[in-house]
């Protein structure tokens, strides 16, 4: 990698770019680190978000705080300065963390997809269990590991001559061109462009098996699942959540595809591009660091998109953080209007996410089975719906 020797022999970048970066990389780690670690206490500490989905989401936290602590402070340092800071460790480690993090996230949402195509496409099937979930994710972390483990023998600290000074500089040394851009074209394949392309065949049948059949709840003799079964009614309630969950990880999978499509980008030009000396510069004393602040603010939005698409993930951050202030509960009056309320929306089917404490239903589903249980959020059938317990 060529090295561009500033004025001051220590930094890549101009004053007033440095100040920008700076500033970029400590909001959205400010942002990565607290509103993830939201979600993991939210998670778990609340019996009612622990569902399938829930276990996934908690997965997909976990990976963006390991960018947010082992990626982030580290990229931002060495993209300004020429000379590596923090030694050869942790060149290696920073490369690793960075593409278990991607890795995890991708798989991790794929694996969403599935379990949500299963449960709403051949809701005859049984979805995944808690314990296979956690096969699932232990699978998504191996998986991660077997791909992005070149990038920690590539990735380490190098004497550069240039002239007549010596840098240390953390980078990624391959034997040959030919083999780094196998890898950049398979890492581009297995993390970004496979899982995408399902992701969104998945969905595709979601949509089309939600958007474009009979409505929840109605009657038809006639439906047939794709075994030749009779389909069952879906209970509006039910389908209520399980639409907000699909547009939840939509909403997950559009912005990751954004957000991390720039670095992609970066990644296949300066390994197909024949790119010019000056360009290779400019693409990595400015291009990459904005790319990987992009990249970076996934991790950021992540937390963002869980409180604006799911009612019940708010109830439950304000009631986590309601105990650990010791607010004052609501009134008797206050609590016996909303589980009248309650009461009047199972019995008409328009239940939604309103929370409530112990209230004890008879609900009778569309199978015709009799469900006794406390109504926390929307009314759901057992495991088929993780936003919300019966």
């Known amino acids: 990698m060529e090295v561009n020797v500033s004025e001051s022999w220590m930094y890549k970048q101009t004053q007033p770019a440095i100040a920008l970066f700076s500033v970029g990389y400590s909001v959205v780690f400010a942002g990565t680190v607290i509103g993830n670690l939201i979600v993991v206490v939210v998670i778990a500490t609340n019996r009612h978000v622990r569902g399938v989905t829930d276990m996934f989401i908690f997965n997909l936290a976990l990976s963006d705080l390991l960018i947010a602590f082992l990626c ?26 960075q593409g278990l993090s991607v890795g995890a996230s991708v798989f991790t949402l794929t694996s969403i997809a599935a379990d949500r195509y299963v449960v709403i496409v051949h809701p005859q099937k049984q979805g995944l269990t808690k314990k296979k979930a956690l096969l699932v994710i232990l699978g998504v972390w191996i998986a991660s590991a077997a791909i992005m483990a070149p990038q920690a023998v590539v990735s380490y600290e190098k004497e550069v001559l240039y002239e007549n000074h010596t840098f240390h ?48 709840g109605a009657a038809d003799g006639n439906s047939r699942g794709t075994s030749g079964e009779k389909a069952a009614s879906v209970p509006v309630g039910v389908a209520a959540c399980r639409m907000r969950v699909v547009r939840m990880v939509i909403a997950l999978v559009v912005v990751f595809a954004t957000t991390w499509m720039p670095l992609y980008i970066c ?17 990595h004393h400015y291009v990459y660091p904005t790319a990987h602040l992009v990249a970076y603010a996934n991790s950021f939005i992540n937390p963002l998109v869980y409180g604006f698409f799911t009612t019940n993930f708010r109830q439950h951050f304000n009631q986590t953080f309601r105990k650990a202030t010791g607010s004052r509960p609501m009134s008797l009056a206050t609590t016996m209007i909303r589980r009248h309320k309650a009461m009047d929306d199972v019995q008409t089917g328009t239940a939604h996410s309103t929370p409530m404490t112990s209230l004890k239903v008879n609900v009778v589903n569309g199978n015709g089975n009799r469900l006794k249980g406390v109504v926390t959020t929307a009314v759901t059938l057992s495991n088929n719906v993780q936003e919300t317990t019966l």
């Open 169 to 216: 500089i953390c980078g990624e040394f391959w034997p040959s061109s030919t083999s780094r851009q196998s890898y950049t074209a398979a890492l581009f394949s297995l993390c970004y462009i496979i899982p995408l392309v399902a992701i969104s065949l998945l969905y595709s049948k979601i949509a089309t098996k939600v958007w474009f059949k009979p409505p929840p």
């Open 72 to 97: 982030i402070p580290f990229t931002l340092v060495n993209h300004i300065f020429i000379e590596n800071m923090f030694g050869d460790a942790m060149c290696r480690v920073k490369a690793l963390a």
């Open 267 to 283: 990644w296949l030009l300066e390994d197909f591009g024949n790119l010019s000396l000056r360009q290779q510069i400019n693409l």
